[in-house]
């Protein structure tokens, strides 16, 4: 499809604003779509998931229709975009940052449920798989976090358990830094998801340092020491950033793993101990597959 | 030592203005001292450095004598610096949040020369022992967040090898969440660190995805599935967040470790990378030694 030559440079339009609205749940709602921000995001997602794209807005220099791209990569963004047959506008620098401020030129404006069709998990997991799920996880930067280290661990889903923040939350996508167009994302309860699990036989490992009254964590050393009983499709639950998991969630798991902490710190926030448990994980299994 | 009756309540005091220019390294140079904020930051220094504490202020509920503390974990830290010697003084609202918006009702004034002198590396290491080295890193966040993870994976020391943030930074400190007084932290020149690895028989792990021309990087899979290979006394280095490290550098170190990628992440950040790679190396060598 052609860029349109005509440079949108009115701040207040209507367009504008309702672009502008997307960084907010009701906005999202309301119109069914979601924004994505900045070169790494939209290159994923045009990438990954061009068929999600409704509009891509980059940045040019000034209002005239001849006006250079603000910058390299928002020329490469525009070039990758109109391959994959999706509508570019040319907008003003103060177009751009009425839409968004974190958006470094480039913006794309995505279906809601489109996503969430393309965003299904296998039916079936092979030996070797394993999912993360977050229980209860609020911060949109741990989110996004999370998203980018279950990507990099190879991980063939994510599963947001319970009351988790909006996934489609501008921030959330931004400290994805594009994983989320790489691997499915599903949002289900805490019994769906011990069901789910269930169903796929996927055993469940909860990421813990404290386990319960009956149940003492095993260490997470002694468990890539024995890579064996890492065979078989699993997934690791990791619980909300200050509280953790519940005694409840925890009763229902197959396995209590921790990391161990060699030092005097007392804790790992969520996104470094999700990365060290799901690599660590990850690099066990290939070990023992080799 | 006793603590004052009697609450500073002028937020445009000399001395309010004098706390609050320690955010900058001018201010800090000025008059030889740093802030800790906030009571994680401020158990950990009150614990394992009473010593280098000049001043406790403590936020009270108003500017009465027999004021409440603000919160009860303000009222414990008043009571444990009390019991270290340390001077509390006791602050309104207005008088802290002047000093520092991140204080949470608690903030320290410390001697940055009698930390460094604190924080002297060990003569000798013992031949498991790991350094966490980082070369260029620049965002204050980050340089908290490694030496989080650093103390975490039992590292014998932090060094921040040629031009890094300064540690006495807030934000630095804020976000290494007390580990600043855990364990030694040194500042070196790039030479300065390869001498000194080469003085104490320091073995230099890069940690590196791209290697040089001639040297392709292990990856960390295969060197923990060979921890026989990690005996010895070793230091991991670090390169900048956004340019790694360069050549030159990579040419002197022993090995180039590289975390395997799994999924389709391109890269993790500095943050992720150091957990993954010290947390790695850290449970290989104990399981070694089992």
Request: contains cysteine; negative net charge; charged residues 20%.
């Amino acid at each position: 499809m052609p860029i349109k030559s005509e440079v949108i440079a009115n701040p207040k339009s209507e367009r504008v604003r309702r672009v502008s609205e997307l960084a907010d749940r009701k906005g999202r709602k309301r119109s069914g779509r979601f924004m994505v921000e900045g070169p790494q995001s939209v290159r994923e997602l045009l990438t990954w998931h061009p068929g999600l794209v409704e509009d891509l807005y980059v940045e040019v220099e000034s209002a005239q229709p001849d006006a250079s791209f603000a910058t390299p990569v928002v020329a490469q963004m525009a070039g990758k975009a109109m391959q994959s047959g999706v509508y570019v506008h040319k907008v003003t620098h103060a177009v751009m940052h009425r839409m968004s401020a974190d958006a470094q030129g480039v913006l794309a404006v995505a279906d809601m449920q489109a996503f969430l069709d393309s965003s299904a998990a296998p039916d079936d997991f092979d030996e070797h798989a394993m999912v993360a799920a977050f229980w209860q996880v609020r911060d949109p930067g741990n989110a996004g976090t999370v998203i980018r280290s279950a990507d990099a661990a190879g991980c063939s889903a994510v599963v947001l358990v319970d009351d988790c923040v909006d996934v489609f939350n501008p921030k959330v996508i931004r400290s994805t830094v594009g994983s989320l167009f790489h691997l499915p994302i599903l949002t289900m309860g805490t019994d769906d998801f011990f069901a789910w699990c269930d169903t796929h036989e996927l055993a469940v490992y909860a990421a813990d340092v404290y386990g319960t009254d009956s149940r003492q964590p095993e260490s997470l050393t002694d468990v890539i020491a024995a890579p064996e009983t890492l065979a078989g499709a699993k997934a690791v639950l990791f619980g909300n950033e200050a509280r953790g998991l519940t005694k409840e969630v925890l009763e229902r798991t197959d396995r209590i793993v921790s990391i161990p902490l060699y030092g005097k710190a007392e804790s790992l926030n969520l996104g470094t101990s999700s990365a060290v448990m799901l690599l660590s994980l990850a690099m066990s299994s290939h070990v023992e597959r080799m």
